[in-house]
């Protein structure tokens, strides 16, 4: 199981970091990624990194505002949102795969990961 927290309303130009923690199982071996979802909007992939954090993928979109980490110890992703925009306001959602986001296969795409948090609101509005 995946639990996303750390949502919420913030104002533009702020702050949020994500958690994304998972329950029964090791996330040592799955890829991980941030995916998001705006209302009438496709789900699209934000951050991935690689089971080792070797490899990270970030979108065009949030290139130098997201930081995307890991710490296996606690079993926890995370995702750091700087200078958000109101166009970051979305439902986020994180997901794991052990076959996802691999080396020639480096894609950050919801169809590629089958494990799925229910997803936490993120708004960004004055």
């Known amino acids: 199981q995946l639990v996303e927290s750390g949502g919420g309303l913030v104002q533009p130009g702020g702050s949020l970091r994500l958690s994304c923690a998972a329950s029964g199982f090791t996330l040592d071996y799955y890829a991980i990624g941030w995916f998001r979802q705006a209302p009438g909007k496709e789900r699209e992939g934000v951050s991935c990194i690689s089971s080792s954090a070797g490899s990270i993928y970030y979108a065009d979109s949030v290139q130098g505002r997201f930081t995307i980490s890991r710490d296996n110890a606690k079993n926890t992703v995370y995702l750091q949102m700087n200078s958000l925009k109101p166009e970051d306001t979305a439902v986020y959602y994180c997901?794991?795969?052990?076959?996802?986001?691999?080396?020639?296969?480096?894609?950050?795409?919801?169809?590629?990961?089958?494990?799925w948090g229910q997803g936490t609101q993120v708004n960004v509005s004055s």
């Open positions: 997901a794991a795969d052990q076959n996802a986001f691999y080396s020639g296969n480096y894609y950050c795409r919801p169809a590629d990961f089958g494990s």
